[in-house]
């Protein structure tokens, strides 16, 4: 019998049982669509996240430019991609403000390299008309400087195609 002023069960020890627990755990199969969900919104996430800093340099800077690897003449005038803002005032003396998207891709063989470039404009002041032009180079052999080819008529020659 328990003592009077003391909690009944008081002064005995519980008996323990070794007792196994088996922990089961479902894992719940993702489907490779909603990884792919995943990722995209991934990356999109991170564009969201550059869109400020890629502003800055271009408000800084006046330009984005990724530019041709390898042996390609005039790098400055024939970006792979350029993003350039556009302030100017136009002859007719209104107002310009954009921003103008250049590309241009390569063509070329062993002596010879035609460069496309494309331009086109985003203004939000203003106007621009999208142009597409044409530059040729040819060198002696594959050691020797491009050389620029002036063709008879060249301002039809610029906007045709590559040969």
Known sequence: MAEQGQPKGAGTTPTTENVEIEYIFRQKKRSPLSRIGCGVLLVVWFIILFLPLTMFILAQQGQITISH?????????HPLFRVQLISNV????????????????LDRDENTLCIETNVRYLMWAGSGEPARYYDIYERENADADWVYVFPEGEAESRQGSCP
């Open 90 to 105: 136009a002859d007719d003396g209104t107002q310009q403000s954009g921003l103008g998207f250049t590309t241009s891709s």
């Open 69 to 77: 690897s390898g042996n390609v003449p005039d790098k400055h005038e």
